[in-house]
């Protein structure tokens, strides 16, 4: 059975900002299963998350770290969904790059989700079979808007991103 979902995420350098979730830009890797606390178990690695951010990156593509930081926040929005344990999502992800580097880099940021096929993982338990099958970026601060779109219409147009954090 196949499910599709539409995560948007704010990939910031501090925090990720999914629909229902803050988490810090952070992890630990690890081989050893970890025997407290929320992993996520991906390529025969385990990743915890922390809460001290990685260092800052202008391109997010040029490793891995922000990729797995996508599957954990993919699994978070997951997790609130009625799925079946046998479930492949097929994922469509809306997702935020800093407004000074979007020019130069949302294509390579589009790519970078897009070109991997199939990523299997497990978070909390759960197996993830996970497809993502388009990504969009925005600019950081529309990307976290619209996650709460619905909600926010009827105001103005006015968004202020400080230190890290969106309103």
Do not use: W
Not at 56 to 67: G, H, I, L
Not at 91 to 113: I, Q, S
């Amino acid at each position: 059975m196949s499910q599709r979902m539409i995560v948007p995420i704010d990939h910031g350098n501090r925090n990720m900002k999914t629909e229902h979730e803050v988490f810090t830009s952070g992890y630990v890797e690890s081989d050893c299963k970890p025997v407290m606390g929320d992993y996520l178990f991906y390529n025969g690695k385990y990743y915890i998350l922390s809460k001290q951010r990685i260092l800052y990156m202008k391109d997010k593509t040029a490793d891995d770290r922000f990729f797995i930081l996508t599957l954990f926040a993919i699994a978070m929005e997951a997790k609130r969904s009625i799925l079946t344990p046998d479930t492949a999502l097929q994922v469509g992800l809306p997702v935020g790059l800093p407004p000074k580097h979007y020019g130069a880099l949302y294509t390579r940021f589009e790519e970078y989700f897009t070109h991997r096929g199939r990523q299997l993982f497990i978070y909390k338990g759960t197996e993830y079979s996970v497809d993502i099958i388009k990504a969009v970026a925005y600019p950081q601060d529309y990307a976290a808007v619209m996650t709460q779109y619905g909600t926010l219409r009827g105001y103005g147009k006015l968004v202020f991103d400080i230190l890290g954090r969106t309103i």
